[in-house]
T-cell receptor, first 114, second 117 residues
């Protein structure tokens, strides 16, 4: 149980375009979903916390207009990287929890912006 | 400000022996601790957790020990297997975060475990 999927697993896009990443909890209802970013050889950096039906809570330093998060249902959250630039290239990972303390992570999405 | 610290970036252990991964934290409000295992280009996989009301939790080959007075926890893997080679992240959450960000996790930087035959 507790399976979280992400789509796509990797994406390459041109600078200036927008990219949407989906995060789904497949076998449970996720009251809360989290979006992380990981740089090479570094820890996971929390970008934002999203609760179903409400606005996401962004961490300090994360531009909410650039990283749009939507949590439309208890099984789906999306992260849209708007007007992507090469510095946005990274590994984006989502996680989901049922309100308990354990977060279950998706497999991640590798974004490369040319 | 790193509230969860894994001071050893790497650990190398022979197959069959014990692997001990360490984690220290600074926030006394943390009351729930987790260990995740991560392979390159994959999301972390939950391994084991422990609540602050306990000092030990065991699941198969994995045991987590918590020393609240020292603000220290460790993950023991016995016996270690080559398939255990991965990056291990320690994470913590605080009851104070539950109401707003609902279970926000604070991660250490990870320890690369290599188990050699």
């Amino acid at each position: 149980g507790a399976v979280v999927s992400q789509h796509p697993s990797w994406v390459i896009c041109k600078s200036g375009t927008s990219v949407k990443i989906e995060c789904r909890s497949l076998d449970f209802q996720a009251t809360t979903m989290f979006w992380y970013r990981q740089f090479p050889k570094q820890s996971l950096m929390l970008m934002a916390t999203s609760n179903e039906g409400s606005k996401a809570t962004y961490e300090q330093g994360v531009e909410k207009d650039k990283f749009l998060i939507n949590h439309a249902s208890l099984t789906l959250s999306t992260l849209t990287v708007t007007s992507a630039h090469p510095e946005d290239s990274s590994f984006y990972i989502c996680s989901a929890s049922q309100g308990a303390d354990t977060q279950y992570f998706g497999p991640g999405t590798r974004l490369t912006v040319l | 400000d790193q509230q969860v610290k894994q001071n050893s970036p790497s650990l190398s252990v022979q197959e069959g022996r014990i692997s001990i991964l360490n984690c220290d934290y600074t926030n006394s409000m943390f009351d729930y601790f987790l260990w995740y295992k991560k392979y390159p280009a994959e999301g972390p996989t939950f391994l084991i957790s422990i609540s602050s009301i306990k000092d030990k939790n065991e699941d198969g080959r994995f045991t987590v020990f918590l020393n609240k007075s020292a603000k220290h926890l460790s993950l023991h893997i016995v016996p270690s297997q080559p398939g255990d080679s991965a990056v291990y992240f320690c994470a913590a959450s605080a009851v104070a975060d539950r109401g707003s960000t609902l279970g926000r996790l604070y991660f250490g930087r990870g320890t690369q475990l290599t188990v050699w035959p």
